[in-house]
T-cell receptor
Framework: SQQGEEDPQALSIQEGENATMNCSYKTSINNLQWYRQNSGRGLVHLILIRSNEREKHSGRLRVTLDTSKKSSSLLITASRAADTASYFC???????????FGSGTRLLVRP | DTEVTQTPKHLVMGMTNKKSLKCEQHMGHRAMYWYKQKAKKPPELMFVYSYEKLSINESVPSRFSPECPNSSLLNLHLHALQPEDSALYLCASNPSTGRNTEAFFGQGTRLTVV
C-alpha cells in the first residue's frame, strides 16, 4: 500500500520558474527521499533528508521536512526544460529497508 | 560500477508461460528490492531481500516468486500471469550500511502479458 500522497499530481511551468511539490506520509520514518523518473524508466535518487533534519539543499534542489505534520516539500529553483519528469517522494520506514513511494508529481517545464 | 542491471528490457509472455526477470548489482549492496509500476502510478513494493533472505513480502500473489541466489543477483520468476500483471518491473538495491542510505534503481523490465 502507498505510504503517502503528493500534490499537485501535475504541474506545468515556464522555464526559469520555480517548482514546488508536496508530499505527505502516514507513519514514522527514518528518512524521506526524493526520486526522479523520466519516461517510465528507472528512478534516480535526488536527495535524502533524515528525520532529525528540517531542511536540506543540493544544487537547485531544496527539501524541507516537517515530522509533526508528516509532510515534505521539494523545491526546484530556476527550472529547465530538462527537469521535465515525474518526481516521487519515498518514505524509509523504521527498522527495515522498506521504501514506500508517494503518488508522484508530473512536472512539465515549457521552454 | 554503480549500476543495477536488469534483463531483459522488454518481455512479452503468454498466460501459460514461465519466465524470469533478472537483476544484478556489483556494488556490494546487501538489500535488494522488486517493485511493480503501472503507467502513471508510483512504484509499488513487492519484495525486499536483506542479506539474501526474504525480509518483506507485500502480500504478492504466488505467481510471482522471488529468488536471491547470491548477494549480487536477484531473480523474479513468473508463472501463470494475468494481463493485469503487465507493468514495468523495477529492481533496486541499497547499501544497507545504515538506515539513511539511498536506493539505486535499474532501468526496469517492461512486461506485457498476452
Amino acid at each position: 500500500s502507498q505510504q503517502g500522497e503528493e500534490d499537485p499530481q501535475a504541474l506545468s511551468i515556464q522555464e526559469g520558474e520555480n517548482a514546488t511539490m508536496n508530499c505527505s506520509y502516514k507513519t514514522s520514518i527514518n528518512n524521506l527521499q526524493w526520486y526522479r523518473q523520466n519516461s517510465g524508466r528507472g528512478l534516480v535518487h535526488l536527495i535524502l533528508i533524515r528525520s532529525n533534519e528540517r531542511e536540506k539543499h543540493s544544487g537547485r534542489l531544496r527539501v524541507t521536512l516537517d515530522t509533526s505534520k508528516k509532510s515534505s516539500s521539494l523545491l526546484i529553483t530556476a527550472s529547465r526544460a530538462a527537469d521535465t519528469a515525474s518526481y516521487f517522494c519515498a518514505a524509509s520506514m523504521d527498522s527495515s529497508y522498506k521504501l514506500i513511494f508517494g503518488s508522484g508529481t508530473r512536472l512539465l517545464v515549457r521552454p | 560500477d554503480t549500476e543495477v542491471t536488469q534483463t531483459p528490457k522488454h518481455l512479452v509472455m503468454g498466460m501459460t508461460n514461465k519466465k524470469s526477470l533478472k537483476c544484478e548489482q556489483h556494488m556490494g549492496h546487501r538489500a535488494m528490492y522488486w517493485y511493480k509500476q503501472k503507467a502513471k502510478k508510483p512504484p509499488e513494493l513487492m519484495f525486499v531481500y536483506s542479506y539474501e533472505k526474504l525480509s518483506i513480502n507485500e502480500s504478492v500473489p504466488s505467481r510471482f516468486s522471488p529468488e536471491c541466489p547470491n548477494s549480487s543477483l536477484l531473480n523474479l520468476h513468473l508463472h501463470a500471469l494475468q494481463p493485469e500483471d503487465s507493468a514495468l518491473y523495477l529492481c533496486a538495491s541499497n547499501p544497507s550500511t545504515g538506515r539513511n542510505t539511498e536506493a539505486f534503481f535499474g532501468q526496469g523490465t517492461r512486461l506485457t502479458v498476452v
